[in-house]
């Protein structure tokens, strides 16, 4: 064989071994060129800017507060013999309480009857005495100064009668007030005193009765932002809710949501002078219990309708590197670009948008880390739910 025939043998077979290689490096070229393109348009969450009424809600700081507070104390004083109910239960306006010693009480009624029947015993014989005088100075048998005497005494006894059955009710009052009875309906709390404690009228604290149904919830809000309502609502920029149709909920201090709207009572004619506060309270049904005085709760109340506000969700709002909130808005050739906004109180997620959006904007949500500002992407339609589906299955079981 000669050396130029070998030599173009040994071509061929290289040509042959390296085709393959040739054709599988142009197949991946291809493949990572595709995907190189998918990578260049990635998918991306949006949301449509809309315009629609949304009531403008306030969260603010309150505690709870009974709506009645009576603090027990006795109408007599004495000793304790008795007590008659038990601590932490519910009570009833007139449910006996205590019971002091009644003994001199009775003692007291005892002496009080016999004064009275001493005193209509001696206005009997004034009666009977003046009906004789008078019976005699019609004769002219008895002087007229005898005869005035005679009607004076008579009054005077029956002056006496009706003292004596004053004491007689005065008596029989403190007996029943030697029995303690419930004020007010609510929950009576700790036993202040026991069995054979002294007990000094109006003085010694008996128990304390609080009214937890319905119950209060005592709340505060700045001045300013009451003026700036007010301004709103001349500019015509919010629209008012009447008085009786404001609702007023409980935000507890676990994050949970009170399930009973309240209503809003009154807002204090007053400004306090070392918060700048203004102090509102609302009315809550409490049926369970489950408000107690002295909780720490947020009180979310309506204060006004925006007829055509616009709102994103939390999570589509940026900062920039001013510190300035901005969000990625998609234009008609599909490229995302930062928009300056200005931005309202957030309610349920979603952050009221005063300027810088309009209806129609098409505003990124989800995949932010996919582009930066001018690139092309994939817009796709977000919900939170579809956001859920997505976290899901990527999530790891503990």
Request: glycine share 6%; proline share 6%.
């Given at each position: ?222 001045v300013s932002e009451l003026n700036r309502l007010r301004r709103a609502f001349e500019s015509g920029d919010l629209d008012q809710i009447a008085p009786d149709a404001i609702k007023v909920r409980l935000v507890l201090d676990d994050g949970t949501s009170y399930s009973i709207p309240g209503k ?135």
């Open positions: 064989m000669s050396r130029s025939r070998a030599v173009l043998i040994s071509s061929a077979l290289m040509l042959a071994v390296a085709a393959p290689l040739l054709a599988g490096c142009n197949e991946a070229t291809q493949a990572q060129a595709s995907a190189n393109e998918q990578a260049v348009v990635p998918d991306v969450g949006i949301v449509t800017v809309e315009q629609k009424p949304r009531a403008i809600v306030r969260e603010l700081p309150g505690r709870i507060a009974p709506t009645r507070v009576s603090d027990v104390r006795p109408r007599v004083s004495g000793i304790v013999v008795e007590r008659l109910f038990r601590q932490g239960s519910e009570v009833r306006a007139g449910d006996p309480l205590y019971r002091i010693d009644p003994k001199p009480f009775e003692v007291e009624i005892m002496s009080g009857r016999a004064a009275l029947a001493k005193a209509e015993a001696v206005h009997e014989r004034a009666v009977q005495q003046a009906r004789r005088i008078n019976l005699l100075f019609k004769e002219r048998a008895a002087p007229e100064v005898e005869h005035e005497k005679a009607i004076a005494s008579e009054r005077e006894a029956a002056a006496d009668v009706e003292a004596r059955k004053a004491d007689l009710a005065r008596a029989q009052l403190n007996l029943d007030y030697a029995t303690v009875r419930a004020p007010i309906d609510g929950i009576v709390g700790a036993a202040q005193v026991s069995e054979g404690a002294i007990a000094v009228q109006n003085e010694t604290s008996l128990a304390t009765i609080q009214q937890l149904d319905p119950i209060y919830a005592d709340f505060t809000q700045s809003l009572l009154f807002s204090d004619a007053k400004v306090d002078a070392a918060t700048g506060q203004v102090t509102l309270r609302g009315e809550f049904a409490n049926p369970k219990r489950e408000l107690l005085p002295g909780m720490y709760v947020r009180v979310r109340i309506e204060q006004g309708i925006d007829s055509d506000s616009v709102a994103v969700p939390q999570q589509a709002v940026q900062r920039n590197a001013a510190g300035g909130s901005e969000v990625y808005v998609i234009r008609e050739d599909n490229r995302a670009i930062a928009r300056p906004i200005r931005t309202g109180p957030i309610q349920d997620g979603l952050v009221l948008v005063t300027d810088g959006l309009r209806a129609g904007d098409r505003v990124v949500v989800d995949g932010f880390q996919k582009f930066a500002a001018g690139d092309k992407v994939a817009p796709q339609a977000w919900t939170e739910a579809s956001a859920a589906a997505q976290i899901e299955p990527n999530a790891t079981p503990r």
